[in-house]
Structures are given as C-alpha cells and as structure tokens.
C-alpha cells in the first residue's frame, strides 16, 4: 500500500494550492469505509491534524483552517484532496495524509508548503 501526498509548493499569502493523496494497494472495499485525514508538521512544532474526512463525507477542521481548507475524497479515484485557499506564513508545513481503514492505519510521504509574506 502506498499513499502518495502532492501538490505541495511555494505560494504567496492569500493564494491557493490543491494537495493530492493518491494511494495504490488499497481495494475499493477497503478504502471507501476508511477514514482520511490531512497532517501538518511544522519545524520546531508537534505534528498536529488539519483536517479529516470520515467515509460517510463527514469533515471536520482544525480551528485554524475552518473557512479556509477543504478537504474532501473521491473514492472511484481513492485519492483525498485538501483545497488551501486564503494561506497564511502560519500554514507553512510538511502536509502527509494518513488513512485509517479497519484493520491498519496507512501514511503517506510528505509534501512541503511554503507561504511566503
């Protein structure tokens, strides 16, 4: 199974990036009950979660991206998308991707943002 995290990227405040999590090695049937979710680790920082999508499409956000991110899944495609829009130099980050299926959890590499003010 391999979860592999894109999309990353130098982007100015205020702009946009779209992440990818695309993951290989996972059956439809184990990974449309699976939940998903996006990560950030900043330097110096605890890796701490952005925000998450359940298999029912149920999201929920850190306080810190409610309003501006959104997350969501496309299951014919087994890949999760994380919409940045209105980025901060706060928001700077290695972005990975973890899904939680019955059985095991699954993570994916890590994709660098970098906000520039």
């Known amino acids: 199974v391999q979860l592999q995290a894109c999309g990353g990227g130098l982007v100015q405040a205020g702009g946009s990036l779209r992440l990818s999590c695309r993951t290989s090695g996972l059956i439809t049937s184990v990974f449309n009950p699976s939940n998903i979710a996006w990560y950030r680790q900043a330097p110096g920082n605890q890796r701490e979660v952005v925000a998450g999508i359940s298999a029912g499409g149920i999201t929920n956000y850190a306080d810190s991206v409610k309003g501006r991110f959104t997350i969501s899944r496309d299951n014919a495609r087994k890949t999760a998308y994380l919409q940045m829009n209105d980025v901060k130099p706060e928001d700077t980050a290695v972005y990975s991707c973890?899904?939680?299926?019955?059985?095991?959890?699954?993570w994916g590499q890590g994709t660098q943002v970098t906000v520039s003010s």
């Open positions: 973890n899904v939680a299926t019955v059985n095991e959890d699954y």
